[in-house]
């Protein structure tokens, strides 16, 4: 039984910055999914092998997702955050070699408990 665990979350301000960490993280395709009370589950970011990151339109220039080999991690950094970030952080992870990219979310086949980020104006 893979178990997926992030780190990191927590309260800031808006315009705060925050560093997410999932662990471990050596599979072929990774991801930050996120879910705000009330609403469905969507992507943040998603990168394959370390490489080739792509980002959800609301995140993009904010929020960086890369991958430390040597530590099994993965990262997601955020700036610049908006009350409207506030959700739960989830890390997502799939082994099995995918022929679409980037991956829908039923696509992900392990998931970590989730962590807070609540962002106040």
């Known amino acids: 039984q893979v178990q997926l665990a992030e780190s990191g979350g927590g309260s800031v301000q808006t315009g705060g910055s925050l560093q997410l960490s999932c662990a471990p993280a050596?599979?072929?395709?990774m991801a930050w999914f996120r879910q705000a009370p009330g609403k469905e589950r969507e992507e943040v970011a998603q990168?394959?092998?370390?490489?080739?990151?792509s980002y959800t339109d609301p995140v993009k220039g904010r929020f960086t997702i890369s991958r430390d080999d040597a530590k099994s991690t993965l990262y997601l950094q955020m700036h610049s955050l908006r009350p409207e970030d506030t959700a739960i952080y989830y890390c997502?992870?799939?082994?099995?070699?995918?022929?679409?990219?980037?991956?829908?979310?039923?696509?992900?086949?392990?998931w970590g408990q989730g962590t807070q980020v609540t962002v106040s104006p």
């Open positions: 050596g599979y072929t395709y």
């Open positions: 997502a992870a799939r082994a099995r070699l995918s022929t679409t990219w980037p991956l829908e979310i039923g696509d992900f086949e392990y």
């Open positions: 990168i394959i092998s370390g490489n080739f990151p």
